[in-house]
Each structure stands twice: as C-alpha cells, then as structure tokens.
C-alpha cells in the first residue's frame, strides 16, 4: 500500500520569496507522482506529474518538483512566489497497475503574505 | 473547455435526512471517481467506476453511502441517513481509461449537516 506525507501543514512566505514545499511517499512499487492545486471552494487542478525519465518535473505557474527515489521524496518549489499563488497544495501518489486511482497527502497551506 | 460538473454546490440537511449529489464527467472519460474531503485533510477515494462498473468502493461506508452510474455517464452519490461526520467537500473526478493519475475534478459538492 502507499501512503503520502507532506510534512508542512502551513507555510508562510513573503511575496517573491522562493517557496519548497515537501513531500514523502511510502511505496513497495514504482510510483506515479504528483501535485495538485487547490484555491478556496473549488476542485484540484493538476500542477505537475513525474511518471518516468528526467527526476526533474516542470509544471504550471513556474512551479517545478524534483524526484528523488533513494529519498523517497518529490518536493516541490517555485523561485518567486506570487499573492495568487495562495491556495492549498496536494502531494499524491498512484500505483501504476491500479488504475490511476490517486492516494492523497493532508496537504500544504501555503500562505503568500505581500 | 471541457469541465467536470457537479450539483448541488451547497447543502445543508439536518441528521438523518437523506441527500444526494450528481456529477457529469468529462465527454469521453471512461474513469470516474468520488473522492471525499473533510476539512483541513487530504480527498479520499470513497469509489471509482469504469465505466457503469464498480472498480474500487473498498472505502465507502455502504451502511449509508450508496453510489451509481447506471449508463456508464453521469453518476450519482447517496448519502441516507446523513450523520454530522458526513460534513465534507465531496468531489468528483474523471480520467481517461488509460489514465497515469492525471484526475480532472469538479468543483465539488460542501455538505454541511446540522
């Protein structure tokens, strides 16, 4: 079975700040990860996925996560963050061989104070 | 572009009412999900469909919890007699067959129960 830590309830950081927000995953298979995006009352939006090659993922909004098998994690930065980027953040795993059903994290409150 | 839709966007029922929420996967997707989500955690996988067929429920609380898709399409979520631990976000989900966990959600359904 695999299961998601994020290992920061709330992060708070000034406006063009570079941000990590991290992520441990437990998995006796190889894995699928990703993160999602949610904003205040509505559904999560895709941010990045790894599925294989380069350990170095790029998605949207200038957001990229870094693989790193050996230990076992995927954390997630940005550079410069922006006020729009507040929301909640979602680290998650899949098992390839169980049909793309996601298992969550409790998820990352960044704050993104001006 | 293609979304995901769910109704109601808010309900309020009291305990032991009786409550039901609709989702309308994206055009084409084979796969879909109902994922719940209590405030402050991670969503978590309460069923998923292939299909008009029950793939993993493993996590739902059939006592109370009933879930359908009859034509392979739209899907409904039953909740009877709701208790005050259903208070959540539920969310709605669908992906393509061959899915790599690339979910697309809803905007979700907040039930509150009094």
């Known amino acids: 079975a695999q299961s998601v830590t994020q290992l920061d309830s709330q992060v708070p950081v000034f406006e063009e700040a570079p941000v990590e927000l991290r992520c441990n995953y437990s998995?006796?298979?190889?894995?699928?990860l990703f993160w999602y995006v949610q904003y205040p009352n509505q559904g999560l939006q895709l941010l990045l996925k790894?599925?294989?090659?380069?350990?170095l993922v790029k998605g949207i909004n200038g957001f990229e996560a870094e693989f790193n098998k050996s230990q076992t994690s995927f954390h997630l930065r940005k550079p410069s963050v922006h006020i729009s980027d507040t929301a909640e953040y979602f680290c998650?795993?899949?098992?390839?061989?169980?049909?793309?059903?996601?298992?969550f994290g409790q998820g990352t409150e960044l704050s993104v104070k001006p | 572009e293609a979304e995901v839709a769910q109704s109601p966007r808010y309900k309020i029922t009291e305990k032991s009412q009786a409550v039901a929420f609709w989702c309308d996967p994206i055009?084409?997707?084979?796969?879909l999900y109902w994922y719940r989500q209590i405030l402050g955690q991670g969503p978590e996988l309460l069923v998923q469909?292939?299909?008009?067929?029950?793939?993993?429920d493993s996590q739902l609380p059939k006592d109370r919890f009933s879930a359908e898709r009859l034509k392979g399409v739209d899907s409904t979520l039953k909740i009877q007699p709701a208790e005050l631990g259903d208070s959540a976000m539920y969310l709605c989900?669908?992906?393509?067959?061959?899915?790599?966990?690339?979910?697309?959600f809803g905007e979700g359904s907040r039930l509150t129960v009094l």
């Open positions: 989900a669908s992906s393509l067959p061959d899915s790599t966990g690339e979910l697309f």
């Open positions: 998995s006796s298979v190889s894995v699928y």
């Open positions: 790894y599925l294989s090659g380069s350990t």
């Open positions: 998650a795993v899949s098992d390839p061989y169980q049909g793309g059903k996601l298992i």
């Open positions: 055009s084409g997707h084979a796969t």
């Open positions: 469909f292939q299909d008009e067929s029950v793939v993993d």
